[in-house]
């Protein structure tokens, strides 16, 4: 129990969250993306470097990933493999934050909780899991939740869906339910600690 994967993570939760691998000596590694260039950059044992640079070990995990998953591999196909590559990378892990998209072993974790644009194909990918208090949140809920943080009102935002002012309710009750909270500031708070409003 006195691995160093064990202190960095106790050692950061006491401190506050830093990003995995930032630290000397941690050699976990945490993928994140750049929302303007849409490039990759891992960080391990506190160097960055560019995702052409990361281990063929991992690049090997993350292909198989894209290859399990028929719509990104469709979305994608047009790219070339190192563009197809990356740009799933991006979509899929590109979230910069403490818990590591490669744990010390070198192993892949699952997806991070990271929304690359609210209108990109990723968000249905089964390799893309958004989700809010632990509940697996729909593409229609995501674009819910974007609306409501947006200073338009609900009637706007039922006429901007197509579906009427009950019907908005009824998705927002729900949402409401999954995220574990009663208002939609509690909601607006919640979606932006766990990355869906950015």
Not at 34 to 41: G, I, N, Q
Not at 89 to 108: R, Y
Not at 128 to 156: F, H, V, W, Y
Not at 168 to 197: M, P, Q, R, Y
Request: proline share 2%.
């Amino acid at each position: 129990m006195n691995s160093k994967s064990n202190v960095f993570e106790q050692n950061t939760q006491l401190i506050h969250q830093l990003t995995a691998g930032m630290l000397l000596g941690d050699n976990r590694t945490e993928l994140f993306g750049c929302r303007t260039s849409k490039k990759v950059y891992a960080i391990t044992d506190g160097k960055t470097i560019p995702f052409e640079n990361i281990l063929p070990k991992q690049r090997a995990q993350i292909l198989q990933r894209l290859v399990n998953d028929d719509k990104a591999m469709e979305d994608l196909k047009g790219l070339s493999h190192k563009e197809a590559l990356e740009s799933f990378a991006f979509c899929v892990f590109g979230a910069t934050d403490s818990n590591a998209d490669f744990n010390e072993s070198g192993i892949l974790k699952e997806a991070d909780n990271f929304i690359c644009g609210n209108d990109c194909k990723c968000l249905k990918w089964k390799s893309k899991n958004i989700t809010i208090n632990g509940n697996k949140l729909t593409p229609r809920q995501i674009e819910i939740i974007q609306l409501l943080a947006t200073d338009s009102a609900d009637k706007q935002i039922a006429d901007q869906l197509g579906i009427s002012h009950s019907t908005l309710d009824t998705h927002k009750s729900h949402i409401f339910e999954l995220a574990g909270v009663t208002s939609k500031n509690g909601l607006i708070v919640k979606a932006i600690n766990e990355k869906i409003i950015q």
